[in-house]
């Protein structure tokens, strides 16, 4: 195949190195074509770090698996039905896609056919940011316009945006969040009124797959915008009913370090475990988002030293960081100094051990059962309302006054 690059690149190390090295040349090795495309290519232009890596080639997936093992690398087959095939090389994944276009939507799903051709399958990929390819040698291969709509900031579909929409409505969600990562300026009207249209079929997209994407949308450096235009739009209300204000999440963007969890609980601070349960997130995070909702420890910014360790020791450094951070940003008056001082206090943190244990109880003459975590409890708490200062000493001598 012969083309004419649009321009050229020095590929980052991500995609130069031996794992994908290997992966290149084990697909190339009876003579295709194979290119980087997607979300790699669009942040090797940008110079950011490149984390998933996703190669494109003319091979069908039977073929795919046939090459890897042929070169001695694990391939797994992940999408064989959408022609995906997973190569492990060095502990790396490289998810590797055959050419393909679409034969068939329904909003949800996608029946596709293989093809020869990287032009037609640049144009069924959602954005024009997402469309570009590039061998291995550094050449960049873009149909749809990519590149420049990279570098002025617009997240532009690829053709016309309702149609690219239909075919999967997903790609409401994620045009809000390529805004909020990559959009500058004034969105596309076009693309605005198509995701506003859409809203109302949202309702078809699973829970995992609106979790994800307003995850990921929240986890941008500056979500709030995209959000706001979401909730112009409908789109917000058809995916986050129990969204609030964003106020306090534009406030929490300006002092926070992304984390979209504690985004999610600025912007919808009631949600809680009904809101955990509706978007099905892994026990762990509903854990911690229902932590955040009310009812809601709120640290005042003038908290005391000594009552800040005891938190620190009640609810651990991470809750106790969210906990400030969310009272931070829904502070009025202007007291940084104060909350950046207790952030401080949870970085310095270690957390101090009870200098007695069970044994000392049982050494006191207690007998073994509930009195003895009774007592520990008593003498921990005794402990804490001093400020973990009384030594082992001090609490054998505590244990002694309390032990019957």
Sequence with gaps: MSERPAGRIVPPEALTGPAAGAVVA???ADGAEV??????VRDALLGRDVEDVDIATPDRPDAVLALLERAGIKGAPTGLAHGTVTAVADGRPFQVTTLRIDVET???????????????DAARRDFTIN?????????????????????AGRVRFVG??????????????????????YGRGLPEPSAVEACRDAAGKLGRLSAERIQTEMLKTLGAPNPAPAVELMRETGVLRAVLPEAGPSDVLLALV???????????????????????ARLKLPNAMAERLAALSPPLLKPPSSLSS?????????????????????????????????????????HRWERPELPVRGGDVLAAGVTEGPDVGRLLAEIENWWRERDFLPDRRACLDRLSDLAP
């Design 160 to 181: 016309d945006a309702g149609a690219r929409i239909a075919e999967d409505y997903l790609r409401v969600l994620r045009y809000f969040r390529f805004l909020a990562r």
């Design 131 to 151: 469309a570009m390819s590039l061998d291995p040698s550094g050449d960049l291969f873009d149909y749809v316009g990519g590149r420049a709509d990279l570098d």
């Design 35 to 40: 290119r980087f495309v997607g979300g790699c």
């Design 306 to 346: 000594s009552a800040r360790r005891r938190m620190l020791y009640d609810l651990g450094v991470s809750l106790f960081r969210d906990l400030v951070l969310l009272a931070w940003a829904a502070d009025r008056d202007g007291a940084a100094p104060r909350w950046r001082a207790m952030l401080d206090e949870a």
């Design 106 to 120: 329904d909003g949800r799903h996608a029946e596709v056919a293989f093809t020869d051709s990287f032009e037609a």
């Design 254 to 276: 300006g002092i926070d370090d992304r984390d979209p969890l504690r985004r999610l609980a600025a912007l919808a601070p009631s949600g809680g475990r009904a809101l955990a």
């Design 26 to 28: 084990a697909l190339a």
